[in-house]
């Protein structure tokens, strides 16, 4: 069956087409609202819902267009449901349910996270069921036993900010332009990691719990430090340093922790998904345990329709023609069926 996503819960609007007999990717758009938010230093909510309502339509059509099918050859639409903006949500899900209407066909709502957690099976080294898999973005970083699809136990999360808003907050600090998180990791590997000692929180701690918040304070910290008394900007070598020991820190309490999550579960596969998936640093951490490692390719670490249209053909079976429309911001994994 062929299976459209369109994903619109924060600054990406995602569209593809998904074959789920073939298992193939034929045709994917994607608009980034990256440079238009940039100016604000972040995300603007209404900004992002209008830039989605403005976008979706010709994504969709020139998607139709890749894919070389007709309107009606689409069996089925999926749509992010949530969690994410409640404004921006509602572009994806208000066009799914029109085109539904007007097609007469089918729709599955998706969870954002799943979506994400899916992804790497857009990639030709697929993983098995079951595994350990690390959600870790900007707004959510988890670690989950997945027996298989729908089926996912969370196993711990971060007690405070997530990894990568630690990321995107501590390149604030630095003065780095938006989005930080990115930017940060890129300037990373101009500096000495070891330069400056950070604190990695609940290391050692019983549970798999994380926390990213005080890390970021010590960041503060330290270029209180180096600027206060000398009333001067941090120097470039600083700033590398300063994110390279950032990041070293942050790296070593996500491998521990997956460690952890691996042995406690007895699994040897780790999935790890989310925007923080593309940080190099990490990969090659994480590559070092002892288990099978899986990362979607990097253009499935944002947000995107690919791995809506995918969670979508995951869900076949709970195609309705007729759904209430609504959106859910808030939305835990855990209760995806719900």
Same mark, same amino acid.
């Given at each position: %069956?062929?299976?459209?996503?369109?994903?619109?819960?924060?600054?990406?609007?995602?569209?593809?087409?998904?074959?789920?007999?073939?298992?193939?990717?034929?045709?994917?758009?994607?608009?980034?609202?990256?440079?238009?938010?940039?100016?604000?230093?972040?995300?603007?909510? /209404?900004?992002?819902?209008?830039?989605?309502?403005?976008?979706?339509?010709?994504?969709?059509?020139?998607?139709?267009?890749?894919?070389?099918?007709?309107?009606?050859?689409?069996?089925?639409?999926?749509?992010?449901?949530?969690?994410?903006?409640?404004?921006?949500?509602?572009?994806?899900?208000?066009?799914?349910?029109?085109?539904?209407?007007?097609?007469?066909?089918?729709?599955?709502?998706?969870?954002?996270?799943?979506?994400?957690?899916?992804?790497?099976?857009?990639?030709?080294?697929?993983?098995?069921?079951?595994?350990?898999?690390?959600?870790?973005?900007?707004?959510?970083?988890?670690?989950?036993?997945?027996?298989?699809?729908?089926?996912?136990?969370?196993?711990?999360?971060?007690?405070?900010?997530?990894?990568?808003?630690?990321?995107?907050?501590?390149?604030?600090?630095?003065?780095?332009?938006?989005?930080?998180?990115?930017?940060?990791?890129?300037?990373?590997?101009?500096?000495?990691?070891?330069?400056?000692?950070?604190?990695?929180?609940?290391?050692?701690?019983?549970?798999?719990? %994380?926390?990213?918040?005080?890390?970021?304070?010590?960041?503060?910290?330290?270029?209180?430090?180096?600027?206060?008394?000398?009333?001067?900007?941090?120097?470039?070598?600083?700033?590398?340093?300063?994110?390279?020991?950032?990041?070293?820190?942050?790296?070593?309490?996500?491998?521990?922790?997956?460690?952890?999550?691996? /042995?406690?579960?007895?699994?040897?596969?780790?999935?790890?998904?989310?925007?923080?998936?593309?940080?190099?640093?990490?990969?090659?951490?994480?590559?070092?345990?002892?288990?099978?490692?899986?990362?979607?390719?990097?253009?499935?670490?944002?947000?995107?329709?690919? %791995?809506?249209?995918?969670?979508?053909? %995951?869900?076949?079976?709970?195609? /309705?023609?007729?759904?209430?429309?609504?959106?859910?911001?808030?939305?835990?994994?855990?209760?995806?069926?719900?």
């Amino acid at each position: %069956m062929l299976v459209l996503g369109l994903e619109s819960s924060c600054d990406e609007t995602g569209v593809a087409l998904y074959d789920s007999e073939k298992k193939q990717l034929l045709a994917h758009s994607l608009h980034s609202q990256i440079a238009m938010h940039a100016e604000y230093g972040g995300v603007v909510p /209404e900004l992002a819902s209008r830039d989605h309502v403005d976008r979706i339509v010709g994504l969709v059509e020139e998607c139709v267009l890749k894919a070389n099918i007709a309107w009606q050859d689409i069996d089925v639409i999926a749509y992010t449901q949530g969690p994410g903006l409640g404004g921006a949500l509602l572009v994806a899900a208000g066009f799914a349910h029109g085109l539904a209407l007007s097609l007469d066909k089918p729709l599955i709502p998706v969870h954002h996270l799943e979506g994400h957690l899916l992804s790497p099976l857009l990639s030709e080294n697929k993983p098995q069921f079951p595994f350990v898999a690390l959600l870790v973005s900007g707004g959510h970083t988890q670690f989950f036993k997945v027996a298989d699809i729908g089926e996912y136990e969370l196993l711990c999360e971060s007690v405070d900010d997530a990894a990568g808003e630690a990321f995107d907050k501590t390149a604030k600090l630095l003065g780095l332009p938006y989005p930080g998180g990115a930017e940060l990791s890129r300037l990373a590997a101009f500096g000495n990691d070891k330069a400056y000692t950070f604190p990695r929180p609940m290391l050692h701690s019983k549970d798999l719990n %994380m926390s990213f918040s005080g890390l970021k304070t010590a960041v503060l910290t330290k270029i209180m430090e180096l600027t206060q008394d000398t009333q001067r900007e941090l120097s470039d070598n600083e700033i590398y340093d300063i994110a390279a020991s950032f990041q070293a820190a942050a790296v070593e309490v996500l491998r521990k922790k997956a460690q952890k999550a691996l /042995e406690l579960t007895g699994l040897t596969r780790l999935v790890v998904a989310g925007g923080v998936g593309a940080n190099q640093a990490l990969r090659a951490a994480l590559k070092k345990l002892n288990a099978e490692v899986y990362f979607p390719e990097l253009q499935w670490c944002t947000d995107n329709g690919a %791995m809506i249209a995918l969670a979508g053909a %995951m869900h076949l079976d709970q195609r /309705e023609k007729t759904q209430s429309f609504t959106v859910k911001p808030r939305w835990s994994l855990t209760d995806i069926n719900n």
